[in-house]
């Protein structure tokens, strides 16, 4: 007998037709004798919904009572899914956030889970219940209730299999699991297998969403081993693990990310400490920097280059403008016409031939490289956004359709 | 400086501007100096239309998870309320049941308050907050979501009045006060400046659904002056308080009940016990017996006729056919097209002409009267349905526009 934390997006809840879906996976997993913990979203549109409803009110609603309206969301879809189960003659309960043990601090909208004090959970499932609980959300120190902010149920899934010490949390999607690259524009996309935490990060901060890092994150620090999959096609999906517990995967898989702008000050006077300015200027104003490039300039100067979100770019060039005569650069300039393509997998490290290759596929599709940029288990170029889902293409086709050693 | 608790039903709440309206009443009365606790409803027909979503997952759900899933809309309409009353510029915080200390027990669905223990509602007061709260739902010790059954959130208002010692408690509804008759009704209907707990409560009981017993039981209880008022036109209501602070009115009301059919056992044998052991049985069924009458039958046989709501009409009759021969009786006969038209006033007592006037009204519009019921401030008759509408015309038309002294 196994604990096993299944968590349910909006869409695989998201009508009476679904919700008894989603409680045939339940009791299906209930009846092969494990304990089952089920955290579940609010249905469809329901907190877009919430959000137009308050909007009609007040732009400006304080984020308590913004939390106060959107936790009503989880709490409909969860009664609703434990009717489905009972429906089904299953025992089951339903427990609210703060129900659940979930203790948060008090960043209302954003709230980060302190500590969870599962033992009404733990009782539940001692009477043999199904325990549906409702994710994005918890209660802070004031018995205010509180939500998690992107990614939340995610997290609440995997903060209670990490409570809980479970044998396994699956994250029950709309797409199958984690593919080489979005199956929706690349034909040849193949699901993977199994993919380690780390490049799973790598390929969430890329635009592959499918799972919200945070959730990653958690999962690595506690070793939960995560399963992402469908709850329509119920095949299995793509397991996220440890690394050390896995084949090491050369590439797993291609991500573009076109929510990207370049900025370069240009003429910075060869100096020491004026790109620490720079970046400890931008860091003050909570700019999430990413790719940064440093190249030679004319007469003895540098010209330092950046990719911040494009949502940051008016908040750096401002930030920075003032600061140009400052340090004696001559200008800044700017470009958000561009996107990052990437390619991860915890296995290149110990494959050196794997960014010539991908460069070598650019140069094919004769896409121009602006930026590069590399950790272990990652290569990052910044090319034309124009160019983006070319460079995709071509670079799935050379690790994934050709010749190229995968393992 | 006083304490106000302002209920708002779902009408009230309805939609944006409704919710504005209902926070610009709020407002004034906070301005004014008070400290004023809102106790709010879900909108308009949220929760018919939560229910309609259970049912068409399983109309035969816990009432647990039935709590579980309705609780969420008071919680949808306190929070936009208080977002409302943020947008006007005042500072709120809203509270649901359990936060605001509603303890019940563990009756599902129709819940009896236990106690309330109203700190956190006191400290939101003393830092100057405006105090929203969701009716209609409570906690029970095991720490689930309970809710309060009919008339709930006029319960929560009064309860709360009560364990905070209130000086008022302001029921908006979608009417102006309570009336002599059914406004929509009769033309000449009055709304009435003060009325009885008793009188009201007689009222209540005959159908006119201003405000559910249990309230008015409750504040009787503890003392609690109530206002029925309007959230749309803004005029005084109907304030219901102590028989002995208000001069008592001859008669307060007129009200028919549609929901009430007769049952006739005849021929029983005039032995003493048989009357008891006919409603024993049938308060062993939980049948609400109204109006009785025993009659002298032929060759030394009584009838007994008694009324019950249309609803227990069946199961009335399901428990005394087979219990006909036991007790040797000859038959049972039922009539469900009669109506029970009543007036109140608690002056009646010391007034011996009222029934007389009543019964002359009657008379003169031509209305057989089949029954007779009278307590010290109610008298009603059962009638044809037929005769109903007639027979409220005509009897407010005697107390009410006539030369009978009204006072």
Not at 191 to 212: F, R
Not at 310 to 327: G, M, N, R, T
Request: charged share 25%.
């Amino acid at each position: 007998m196994a604990l096993i934390v299944q968590k349910f997006g909006g869409t695989s809840v998201a009508n009476a037709e679904r919700l008894f879906n989603v409680a045939d996976i339940v009791t299906k997993t209930y009846e092969q004798g494990n304990d089952v913990v089920v955290v579940v979203s609010a249905q469809g549109d329901t907190t877009d919904d919430l959000i137009a409803k308050a909007n009609e009110i007040n732009t400006n609603a304080s984020k308590r009572e913004m939390d106060m309206l959107l936790t009503s969301g989880e709490q409909i879809s969860a009664s609703l899914l434990a009717m489905a189960i009972e429906k089904l003659g299953f025992p089951v309960i339903s427990l609210l956030g703060w129900q659940a043990g979930f203790v948060t601090n008090s960043n209302h909208g954003n709230a980060r889970i302190k500590r969870i004090l599962p033992d009404r959970i733990q009782k539940e499932l001692d009477k043999k219940n199904i325990v549906v609980i409702t994710g994005f959300q918890g209660l802070n120190r004031y018995n205010d209730m509180t939500t998690l902010g992107r990614g939340g149920s995610d997290t609440s899934a995997v903060a209670i299999a990490a409570a809980m010490n479970a044998d396994l949390c699956q994250i029950y999607t709309d797409v199958e699991g984690v593919f080489t690259a979005d199956p929706r524009k690349i034909k040849g996309a193949k699901k993977l297998d199994v993919i380690s935490y780390d490049e799973m990060l790598e390929l969430a901060s890329l635009g592959a969403q499918v799972l919200h890092n945070r959730s990653v994150e958690m999962a690595k620090k506690y070793n939960i081993e995560l399963e992402v999959l469908s709850s329509l096609t119920r095949k299995p999906g793509t397991i996220v693990k440890e690394a050390n517990k896995m084949e090491k995967m050369l590439i797993s898989g291609v991500a573009k990310d076109t929510d990207v702008a370049r900025v370069s000050v240009i003429g910075v006077p060869d100096k020491p400490g004026l790109a620490f300015k720079i970046f400890s200027k931008l860091s003050a104003k909570n700019i999430n920097v990413d790719i940064i490039l440093q190249s030679i300039g004319r007469s003895g100067t540098k010209d330092i280059s950046f990719t911040v979100p494009k949502s940051d770019l008016q908040d750096a060039l401002d930030v920075l403008e003032p600061y140009v005569e400052v340090i004696g650069a001559s200008s800044i300039v700017y470009d958000d016409t561009v996107a990052k393509v990437s390619i991860v997998g915890a296995g290149m490290e110990s494959h050196p031939g794997v960014a010539a290759e991908m460069f070598e596929a650019l140069y094919e599709a004769n896409i121009n490289i602006r930026m590069i940029s590399t950790s272990e288990i990652k290569i990052s170029v910044l090319i034309n956004t124009a160019d983006a889902d070319r460079a995709v293409e071509a670079i799935h086709d050379k690790f994934f359709s050709g010749e190229f050693p995968m393992k």
